[in-house]
């Protein structure tokens, strides 16, 4: 894991055939919490930098192999971690018949991850537009944004200084293809006081 502010960390791995990085943070707190699992293929190196630390929830932003594609393996491992996600992924965790422990989130709902607090933030991601999460820590000004604000290309070591406006009026109709909930998202993300992104690909930004 690569320390990237004291309370966040990053593991990511590089698809050389896509250019693209996958990462997944650990904000480390008195309530730790992993955002993200990655693909299975990639769980053993995601437990092996994890290192045996102490892991209170797991956060699916949306149902997708790189987003929770080893959340068995973690869960195996962690049997006590709480899944924090949307209502459409919990069910989806029900029917492909994982077994976890499953508080599902809604817009505007904070939880306290001991001195942080993470504010949910509906994303109307994927396929059928299903509704997704993203989230906020609110003490740190750190915004994960999942499959938005990412780039391509092997940035492990890189982190881009960009500006937050430009990104929020960035994501575009491949992004989230309902104009309507497209412009929500927007009107919702620039209400935030964002001082780094953390996306699910491509570097750290801060903006
Ligand atoms: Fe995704
Ligand atoms: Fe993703």
Redesign the pocket.
């Known amino acids: 894991m690569t320390a990237i502010t004291p309370h966040l960390w990053r593991h990511t791995t590089y698809n050389q055939f896509i250019d693209l990085t996958f990462n997944q943070y650990l904000i480390g707190t008195a309530h730790p919490m992993l955002i993200h699992t990655g693909s299975a293929p990639e769980a053993p190196s995601l437990l092996k930098a994890l290192k045996g630390r102490k892991l209170s929830y797991i956060f699916v932003s949306?149902f997708?192999s790189?987003?929770c594609g080893a959340l068995s393996a973690i869960l195996n491992v962690y049997p006590s971690a709480k899944v924090v996600t949307g209502e459409v992924t919990a069910r989806q965790i029900t029917g492909f018949g994982i077994k976890a422990d499953v508080i599902t989130a809604s817009d505007g709902e904070v939880l306290s991850l001991g001195d942080l607090e993470l504010e949910m933030i509906a994303y109307p991601?994927?396929m059928h537009l299903w509704d997704g999460l993203l989230c906020y820590e609110r003490k740190s000004k750190t915004f994960f944004s999942?499959?938005l604000m990412i780039r391509f290309g092997n940035s492990d070591v890189n982190q881009v200084t960009s500006d937050w406006k430009q990104e929020v009026e960035a994501i575009g109709v491949m992004q989230i293809a309902d104009a309507d909930r497209r412009r929500t998202l927007k009107e919702r993300l620039l209400t935030l006081d964002v001082d780094l992104v953390a996306p699910?690909h491509g570097p750290i930004l801060t903006v």
Request: net charge negative; no cysteine; proline share 0%.
């Open positions: 949306h997708e790189d987003e991601s994927e999942s499959d699910g």
